[in-house]
């Protein structure tokens, strides 16, 4: 009982002192505070960083979607998932390493867009040549070059029908809100087509594999079980990724 006692008294002297200790403690730590507000700007300079700052997170929010709709991005990644489906192997490859892949190839695809971008109007912008207006009007030039490399005049002509005012004499004067949606179907249609390609070798070996079994009178033994190894082996043996690969970077050439 006494040590119960005197165990007791020790805590209850270590928390009195704690209680005196902790307010000199925490009114000696200063704690910051965030203030947020507007105000007025004394020079029309810092009101023209703000806005090139707010351009430039506006631009950095829509990379994805020029990513995906102004490069070969879409092609690449298309083709590679209908690879992946018809050859029947579920998540192998991994989405992840499909759309790894089909970024670097866009950026190999993309280089003399990029290039071209970087010396005639990201460098002289930076050097303080070109105004910001300026550098974007020469940037766009040549992604709308590539693009319209891609589309098809026919997808070209629907968007540009649709658009109100005076239609361009040449398809240089076309208005990027024309071009881009063009672009998009284009690169689907000619996704879709080499698609359909690839899916076919692989079909015709499913359809050989159950027309045995059915034959055999085993009709209960999926299909897909035994095509599986043998359209492996297929790609394999024909260097199927070195084809696919090469036959895409090639087609924007």
Do not use: C
């Amino acid at each position: 009982m006494k040590r119960l006692a005197l165990l007791l008294f020790s805590v209850s002297v270590l928390w009195s002192a704690m209680n005196t200790l902790v307010p000199h403690e925490a009114s000696a730590i200063p704690i910051p505070t965030i203030q947020l507000g507007v105000d007025n700007a004394e020079e029309p300079e810092a009101l023209s960083t703000a806005l090139q700052i707010m351009f430039l997170l506006t631009v950095l929010t829509l990379a994805p979607s020029i990513l995906i709709l102004m490069t070969s991005f879409s092609r690449f990644v298309i083709v590679l998932s209908f690879l992946r489906q018809a050859m029947g192997t579920q998540q192998t490859p991994p989405t992840q390493v499909l759309i790894g892949l089909a970024l670097f190839l866009t950026f190999f695809v993309m280089s003399p867009v990029l290039t071209e971008i970087n010396e005639k109007a990201l460098q002289p912008y930076l050097n303080e040549e070109i105004t910001q207006g300026k550098a974007l009007e020469i940037a766009q030039t040549p992604i709308k070059s590539f693009m319209l490399k891609q589309t098809r005049e026919k997808d070209l002509s629907l968007f540009v029908n649709m658009t109100d005012g005076e239609k361009p004499e040449t398809v240089d004067d076309v208005q990027m809100q024309s071009v881009i949606p063009a672009f998009v179907i284009s690169e689907l249609k000619t996704a879709f087509q080499i698609g359909f390609l690839i899916y076919i070798p692989f079909l015709i070996l499913d359809m050989v594999v159950a027309s045995i079994l059915l034959s055999m009178g085993m009709m209960m033994l999926p299909p897909v079980l035994i095509s599986l190894p043998f359209k492996l082996m297929l790609f394999v043996m024909v260097d199927g990724w070195h084809l696919t690969v090469g036959s895409l970077v090639r087609s924007f050439t």
